[in-house]
């Protein structure tokens, strides 16, 4: 499982290149099967930053190059960057080998509009459950927004969803209803609604 408990200290313009990278992070340390928290935290060179956090110890980090060090090495783009202790990681357990999948994946960007005071945590712990029951293979939050043309007090989480079977080739119709599970399930759970 993974939590987060930072979203609002992320300022909108560098969210894009955070989240990317964050969803990178995410897939690879799912597949230890144990729960991640992103926890803020402050660090030279980082304008802002968030420790990575696995049964309760730290095995990273991740965040966005301050402009100092942009500066300094004349970089002009926003620069994420992420850092994982390979060593901590050995002593967290195994990897489990699943072998490569046979068929292609399908993916949808998902984004839903609800009250603000609603976190990303509750997404991902509904998406996960989800897994069980659909042909979720894999889900990464990509953007956090609010503001105009939302109403205030709203907020919108986009997701970028991969569907995948284990016994043929999804067409699209095969995707539009797990979508609609999906909606369902989120809007009887959390009232959020999908963005059009």
């Known amino acids: ?42 660090r030279t060179y980082f304008d802002f930053c968030a420790k990575i ?6 095995i990273g980090v991740i965040g966005i190059v301050s402009e100092d060090i942009k500066k300094f090495y004349d970089l002009k783009d926003e620069i994420a ?23 292609p994946s399908l993916s949808r960007d998902l984004s839903f509009v609800g009250p603000e005071n609603v976190k990303a945590s509750v997404f991902l712990k509904l998406l996960k459950e989800l897994k069980k029951e659909t042909l979720i293979e894999e ?10 043309p939302l109403k205030q007090g709203e907020k919108n989480f986009t997701f970028r969803v991969y569907f995948r079977s284990p016994e043929r080739t999804l067409k699209e119709r095969d995707v539009d209803k797990e979508v609609e599970k999906i909606v369902k399930y989120i809007k009887e759970k959390t009232g959020f609604r999908l963005r059009g």
């Open 1 to 42: 499982m993974i939590s987060l408990n930072y979203e609002n200290w992320i300022k909108e313009e560098k969210k894009d290149i955070y989240f990317e990278l964050k969803g990178i992070i995410e897939s690879f340390l799912e597949k230890f099967g144990e729960e991640i928290v992103f926890e803020e935290s402050e």
């Open 81 to 103: 960057f992420g850092e994982i202790s390979i060593e901590k990681l050995r002593k967290k357990g195994r990897v489990i080998y699943e072998p490569l999948p046979v068929y």
């Open 139 to 148: 889900f990464r939050l990509i953007d956090v927004y609010k503001g105009k």
């Open 53 to 58: 956090i696995m049964k309760n110890e730290e």
